[in-house]
């Protein structure tokens, strides 16, 4: 296996398009250490450990509550250190399934370690009928013609023909799968994040993947801004999507001046998410192992 020596991400650099977008929007909150991933050109978080032995590391991916916003220790890497095994941590900003297929060397990355943590990404990433999402991200185009993909259709074709090791189902969100799509406002409809999935997709999902974990948290949220250069209250200027499709609470809260984190998840959810996943994940590591 080709070792990970990636390079360090140059913070002073113009904005790189293979590199998360929250790099050098967050940079006073947090470093994310990111590193170009060999054989591609995305920057993932790091720092990648020199020890991605095959069958003898996690990989977790998704998008950016995988990733791991305004947040030192997200998930993968406390449930890397719990675990006793190195992670690599492959979430990416607005990354949906279509993100992951046909990455054959962020798959082979997959493929090569002990288990996938498979993170429940929002149903808006997926492009459809209407809405063409061709690159995998959040952002999308409207579209004239072609058939509907369910995020179900997409999802199966990911999880169960492009990822041969176990796989974990991860529900990381602040609130239950149980909810009921109101069509009174836009927001309503979508409901919290992981927008547009809920009990009967995560049902469908599920036989494809080896163990499923559900964290529902909002602990210490919101988060207060703190500048990692001087250890004090720190604000943020985040400028409005240049690509608007949905309006709404995500929207608003994802623009102007910000105080605090009212939109990622705090530090302590992702404590808790740790928490619930070391069990499970223990049992895949064992299954192996035995």
Same mark, same amino acid.
């Given at each position: 296996?080709?070792?990970?020596?990636?390079?360090?991400?140059?913070?002073?650099?113009?904005?790189?398009?293979?590199?998360?977008?929250?790099?050098?929007?967050?940079?006073?909150?947090?470093?994310?250490?990111?590193?170009?991933?060999?054989?591609?050109?995305?920057?993932?978080?790091?720092?990648?450990?020199?020890?991605?032995?095959?069958?003898?590391?996690?990989?977790?991916?998704?998008?950016?509550?995988?990733?791991?916003?305004?947040?030192?220790?997200?998930?993968?890497?406390?449930?890397?250190?719990?675990?006793?095994?190195?992670?690599?941590?492959?979430?990416?900003?607005?990354?949906?399934?279509?993100?992951?297929?046909?990455?054959?060397?962020?798959?082979?990355?997959?493929?090569?370690?002990?288990?996938?943590?498979?993170?429940?990404?929002?149903?808006?990433?997926?492009?459809?009928?209407?809405?063409?999402?061709?690159?995998?991200?959040?952002?999308?185009?409207? @579209?004239? +013609? #072609?058939? /509907?993909? =369910?995020?179900?259709?997409?999802? !199966?074709?990911?999880?169960?023909?492009?990822?041969?090791?176990?796989?974990?189902?991860?529900?990381?969100?602040?609130?239950?799968?149980?909810?009921?799509?109101?069509?009174?406002?836009?927001?309503?409809?979508?409901?919290?994040?992981?927008?547009?999935?809920?009990?009967?997709?995560?049902?469908?999902?599920?036989?494809?993947?080896?163990?499923?974990?559900?964290?529902?948290?909002?602990?210490?949220?919101?988060?207060?801004?703190?500048? @990692?250069? +001087? #250890?004090? /209250?720190? =604000?943020?200027?985040?400028?409005? !999507?240049?690509?608007?499709?949905?309006?709404?609470?995500?929207?608003?809260?994802?623009?102007?001046?910000?105080?605090?984190?009212?939109?990622?998840?705090?530090?302590?959810?992702?404590?808790?998410?740790?928490?619930?996943?070391?069990?499970?994940?223990?049992?895949?590591?064992?299954?192996?192992?035995?």
């Amino acid at each position: 296996m080709v070792p990970l020596e990636g390079r360090r991400a140059d913070l002073d650099t113009a904005y790189n398009e293979g590199m998360p977008k929250y790099v050098l929007r967050d940079r006073e909150i947090v470093d994310f250490h990111c590193e170009r991933l060999p054989g591609t050109d995305l920057w993932f978080r790091g720092p990648f450990s020199k020890q991605l032995n095959c069958g003898r590391y996690i990989t977790a991916i998704g998008a950016a509550q995988t990733f791991g916003c305004f947040c030192d220790r997200p998930y993968p890497a406390i449930l890397s250190e719990r675990l006793g095994v190195p992670g690599l941590n492959l979430g990416y900003s607005g990354a949906g399934p279509d993100f992951f297929r046909g990455r054959e060397d962020v798959l082979r990355r997959i493929d090569d370690s002990a288990f996938c943590a498979v993170q429940a990404i929002s149903g808006r990433s997926v492009w459809n009928s209407l809405l063409d999402n061709s690159n995998g991200l959040a952002y999308r185009r409207r @579209r004239s +013609d #072609g058939t /509907p993909p =369910t995020v179900e259709q997409i999802s !199966d074709e990911v999880i169960a023909q492009e990822i041969t090791v176990p796989k974990v189902l991860v529900w990381f969100s602040s609130r239950t799968p149980d909810y009921t799509p109101r069509h009174h406002r836009r927001a309503a409809l979508l409901g919290d994040y992981p927008r547009l999935i809920d009990t009967p997709t995560l049902a469908r999902i599920r036989p494809l993947v080896d163990a499923h974990a559900e964290c529902v948290s909002q602990r210490s949220s919101p988060q207060p801004l703190v500048s @990692r250069v +001087d #250890g004090k /209250p720190t =604000t943020m200027l985040l400028e409005a !999507d240049p690509k608007p499709i949905f309006a709404g609470q995500g929207a608003a809260l994802c623009q102007g001046i910000w105080h605090e984190n009212k939109y990622y998840f705090s530090p302590e959810m992702y404590q808790d998410a740790a928490d619930i996943l070391k069990t499970p994940c223990r049992a895949l590591l064992a299954a192996q192992d035995g």
